[in-house]
Each structure stands twice: as C-alpha cells, then as structure tokens.
C-alpha cells in the first residue's frame, strides 16, 4: 500500500472498504493485528508504506457503471479478500483489473478480520467467466495479454489444499500455535518472525473458522479437533 503517491489525487473506495483507511489503528485492526506483531507493523506501515489516513473523496458500488469521459467502467463486486473487493471492467478496451486476485502461486489473502473464503472462491469463479482481451492484476506476473485460463485451477486449488493439509494436521487435537508451526501458508520458518507468524495464524484462522461452522472441527477453548 502506497497511497502516499497519490496524495494528490481523489481517492475513491468502495463502502466496505473505507474504515481501515481512516486511521492506523483502524487499518491494524481489520487485519486482526495483535501484541508485539501489531507493533512491528506500526512501525512498516509507516516507515516502509509511509501510511497516512485517508478520507475517501467518493465510494463505489459493487454493479455501478461510471462514465470517466470516452471510457466507460464498470465495478465488479468481488468480496472474499476483503469485503469490499471490486475488480474493474473498461467496457471499451476491453480491460479486466482483477485487483488482488492475482493468480500467484501463493494463492489468494483472505486473512483480514473479514475476509472470507466462500466469497472469495465465489468471486475468483465470476472473475474467470468474465471476457476480456487484457487481464491486470495487482502482484506479480501483472499484465496478461493472453486469457490466463490456465492459472485460475491451480490458484484457487491452493485454498483446497489448504483445507487438506489442515484436516491431515487436525487428526490429533492441535493448539492455534501447533497449526502456525505447521507452516501450512508459508511452507517453512521464515523471518521476520512476526510477519509470517501472522500470516500463518491469519490465513490458517479463517480455514478453521470455516471449519467450525461447516461442523468439521470443533474447538474446546484451547484446543481444535477433528468432527
């Protein structure tokens, strides 16, 4: 996040998106940020993002099309990553900004407070229906000027196996610790050990939050096991 860039430009931002924007504490909550790793990103987001708050100058909606004069836009509401996700359509050129699905090996974030993995399985499956002739995505590889069809399975396959390696995990009763040491996201220890720990407990977080309301785990106050 570098909003400091574009500290002259009109910043709009769709309704569910805008509270995290307000205010660094507001931010590192909607992150879930906690103890010494909620320090640790104080001092990134404002030495290495140069965060500033930021009041939005217009919000969008998730279906509204926008005339920006010659080129016309339509946003795509894509929750899941977070719950004001929009992917952006230029109708003309026929341009497909995925924003943060970006079709990485890692997979998809969906470690935010709330975030969401049935939403954004959901909306990964609209993106990849969608025409386009251009694909732009947020991280990465960037510019797909060939349909990247050939991504969306192994992408979204990530989250799947995820699910695996974590029910595998779960045949004996593990705490929230044994589960971010299994390295499930990041596949081994890496540093800085706050970030990646994070990372771990985040993502890891939603799948057994998941879990426990689809009646496959259940957790007993210290504990998670395996229905």
């Given at each position: 996040m570098h909003l400091d860039l574009f500290d002259d430009k009109p910043l709009w931002i769709s309704t569910e998106d805008v509270e995290p924007l307000l205010s660094l504490d507001n931010f590192l909550d909607a992150y879930g940020m906690q103890g010494e790793e909620r320090e640790s990103w104080i001092n990134t987001m404002c030495e290495a993002f140069h965060f500033k708050p930021r009041v939005p100058h217009r919000v969008i909606h998730g279906g509204e099309v926008i005339d920006l004069g010659g080129v016309t836009l339509e946003v795509v509401p894509t929750p899941g990553h977070t719950p004001g996700h929009c992917a952006l359509y230029f109708r003309e050129e026929e341009i497909l900004f995925l924003g943060d699905y970006d079709l990485t090996s890692f997979g998809p974030w969906y470690g935010d407070v709330n975030s969401d993995?049935?939403?954004?399985?959901?909306?990964?499956?609209?993106?990849?229906?969608?025409?386009?002739?251009?694909?732009?995505?947020?991280?990465?590889?960037?510019?797909?000027?060939?349909?990247?069809?050939?991504?969306?399975?192994?992408?979204?396959?990530?989250?799947?196996?995820?699910?695996?390696?974590?029910?595998?995990?779960?045949?004996?009763?593990?705490?929230?610790?044994?589960?971010?040491?299994?390295?499930?996201?990041?596949?081994?220890?890496?540093?800085?050990?706050?970030?990646?720990?994070?990372?771990?407990?985040?993502?890891?977080?939603?799948?057994?939050?998941?879990?426990?309301?689809?009646?496959?785990?259940?957790?007993d106050g210290k504990a998670y096991r395996r229905v």
């Amino acid at each position: 996040m570098h909003l400091d860039l574009f500290d002259d430009k009109p910043l709009w931002i769709s309704t569910e998106d805008v509270e995290p924007l307000l205010s660094l504490d507001n931010f590192l909550d909607a992150y879930g940020m906690q103890g010494e790793e909620r320090e640790s990103w104080i001092n990134t987001m404002c030495e290495a993002f140069h965060f500033k708050p930021r009041v939005p100058h217009r919000v969008i909606h998730g279906g509204e099309v926008i005339d920006l004069g010659g080129v016309t836009l339509e946003v795509v509401p894509t929750p899941g990553h977070t719950p004001g996700h929009c992917a952006l359509y230029f109708r003309e050129e026929e341009i497909l900004f995925l924003g943060d699905y970006d079709l990485t090996s890692f997979g998809p974030w969906y470690g935010d407070v709330n975030s969401d993995i049935d939403q954004l399985l959901a909306s990964a499956e609209k993106l990849r229906s969608m025409q386009a002739r251009t694909w732009l995505a947020s991280h990465k590889n960037g510019v797909f000027i060939t349909n990247p069809e050939e991504l969306w399975d192994p992408y979204i396959n990530v989250v799947h196996q995820r699910d695996q390696k974590l029910m595998d995990l779960l045949k004996e009763p593990r705490t929230m610790a044994d589960v971010i040491d299994a390295r499930i996201v990041y596949k081994k220890k890496r540093e800085p050990k706050e970030f990646f720990d994070f990372g771990e407990r985040a993502i890891m977080g939603k799948h057994l939050e998941r879990m426990i309301k689809n009646g496959h785990v259940t957790f007993d106050g210290k504990a998670y096991r395996r229905v």
